[in-house]
């Protein structure tokens, strides 16, 4: 982060964000930017120089996993619906080399995967190493939308907390940063952004009927993700909370979220497998 952006950080970007025990999303101001002191303009400022600095470090990070390095980073985004996973991930990671990107979205499980744990077709889907994997939704909707919809019993549900606690511990220890963000958008906000898509033809597309549906329980949801939030917060693996109803911030917040991921990792460049000089003497010759 450059000094000029850092001083619009008023706290570091993790301290500002993180889930606070005993949050209450009816609570939240989705309008706010938490930790951010400047301006729509600042922040896209700010997310450009940022996109800089994170472009550098995963190319390093890319860079280690070619030359053996173990390590790797994996984005879990959340959100209800409207809440701009996509543009975080376009936006966002769009803005570093998409060899370097394992993208991977998660919808209803197929009847193949139904009859799996559910925590294995994440498994499958985990970045290797050198990658910066994105789950678009993840192993985290398995105990929203079951249990909203009373889809599993309450002792199933209870064991995924904690088998999903034991997995990102176990994903951690081998190597990979887990930063997982629950995008936060406001009912009205929420409101605003599907009566668009319907109102706009080009984005008729992106409408799903169901999309009412899950407003019409969104104090069940509500109730769901602060569970998720509670249970599956933990040192190794926090969950932080990202304010939403104003783009610009939600993807300036991941962006500086991911960058400090990256720099946690204090890789530099990994030092040539051969004698540089001899090569260039090599090369030279070759002409
Ligand atoms: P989005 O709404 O994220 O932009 P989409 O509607 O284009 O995505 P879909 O392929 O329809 O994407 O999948 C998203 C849907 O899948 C969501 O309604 C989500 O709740 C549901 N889903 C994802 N994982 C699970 C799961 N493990 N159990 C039940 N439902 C799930």
Known sequence: MTDAVRQLWGAPVEEALRARP??????????????????????????????VRLADLQERLYAHGRTGGTRSVLLVLQGPDTAGKGGVVREVLGMVDPQGVALRAFGVPTPAEREQHFLQRVRAALPPAGRIGV?????HEDVLVPRVEGLV???????????????????VAAGTTVVKVLLWVSADEQHARLRTRLTQPEKHWKYDP???????????????????????????APWYVVPADRRWF??????????????????????PTYDVAAELARLDASR
């Open 22 to 51: 005993g949050l209450r999303l009816a609570d939240l101001d989705a309008r706010a930017t938490p930790g951010f002191t400047g301006s729509k303009a600042d922040g896209r400022a700010a997310m450009a120089a940022t996109g």
């Open 250 to 271: 939600a993807r300036l917040a991941v962006t500086a979220l991911l960058h400090r991921a990256l720099d946690d990792l204090g890789l530099g460049w990994p030092a």
């Open 153 to 171: 019993p309450p002792d199933v549900l209870e064991r995924r907390y904690d088998e999903i606690v034991r997995f990102e511990e176990e994903v």
């Open 210 to 236: 169901s999309d009412v549906d899950a407003r019409l329980r969104r104090g069940a949801y509500e109730e769901a993700y602060e569970a998720v939030l509670e249970r599956t917060s933990t040192d190794v």
């Open 135 to 139: 789950f678009d939704r993840s192993h």
